[in-house]
């Protein structure tokens, strides 16, 4: 293993990513690395970050190779099916390869899957030694990359920028490690709370920036999950409409959850490019509905939801973008992963809808407690992403 000495100015561990848009490095302290280790796997991180919205369903995946203190190749990896960052950065290096010191946002992969594996193309090309911010979570790797490398002699160092590495795809680690996507909660609210005026009224409570930033949010997302009650009330579309958020084509699968399969035929998202999955406790021949068991209360039992999208869909992370009835639900499953709370400056008032229905809290120590990991201004409205803390 190679050695390293502390140094704060280009990665940093221990800290949040506050912004998954924002390229800056993290500003807490780090894992141990050398100047060098760290200036060269940030910029694999910024590499990476390029496949955000269209790596999908594959991780996020930057590498640079460097040969007596200069960049010959990098490379990330764009789609599924393509090549990886490291096969990327090799063409790029072509001849310079040979010799040079590889740092990878990931450990190599040494299966077979859609491409070859990369440790054999590592080997082949003459690489002297391998730098990794962290091991691949998926069994069909899980160190066994880093141990094909090292059997063949070429030296491994694991660990620098390793959170850094780990914000790039909490999805994708998640999922592998336990089955389940990251979910993500956005709501859209007053000052006061209110996602919707009694009547039902909602568009648009928040302003134009705060819209275009969901976008971004979306088109990172593997899937956006609604309920009956919004597809019924709205038709919404969701999709990735601003071309700014370049997904490759791809849309996030969209995901209804319709207990008694009242999806109608006419629905908007049915005319538009993208699959839709309607999750049902009913049998359904229909080609787009899938019986999931349900739960206490008669509806879909939102773990058993999660875990078929992660395990037959392939899902990293999800936006759940639903009324308060099925965000609460969430919450209450301890499904949530992160809450996106977009505020606009107004106040609707207390005969409006709630941010969430949370039934059961009759004490102030039932409340579900947030831990806030950023706050920006958004256009003329407040952004907020929060986790839920442990009672």
Known sequence: MLHACRDTRYCNDGGYEL?????????VSMTPCTDNHARFMNRAIRLARKGLFTAHPNPRVGCVLVKEGQIVGEGFHHKAGEGHAEINALAEAGDKAWGSRCYVTLEPCCHQGKTPPCTDALISAGIRDVIVAMEDPNPLVAGKGIAALENAGIKVAVGVCRQQA??????????????????RVKIGASLDGRTAMASGESQWIT??????DVQKWRAMSSAIVTGIETVLADDPALTVRDPAFDTAGRQPLRVVLDSD??????????SLPG????????????VEAVKIEAGSEGRVDLEKAMRYLADKKAINEVLVEAGSTLSGAFIQAGLVD?????QA?????GSARPLVDLPGLEKLA??????IKSLKKIGKDIRIVATIREN
């Open 366 to 371: 039932d409340c579900v407690q947030l831990e």
């Open 166 to 183: 780990e914000g790039l795809n909490p999805g994708f680690i998640k999922r592998m490690k336990t089955g389940l996507p990251f979910v």
């Open 275 to 286: 699959e839709n999955v309607i999750l049902t406790t009913q049998e359904s021949d229909h």
């Open 345 to 349: 400056p107004k106040l609707l008032g």
């Open 207 to 212: 302003g134009a920036a705060s819209r275009k």
């Open 19 to 27: 912004d998954p848009f924002d390229n800056s490095p993290h500003t």
């Open 338 to 342: 992160e809450l996106i709370l977009y």
């Open 261 to 270: 399969h009242r999806f109608p035929d006419q629905a908007h998202m049915r």
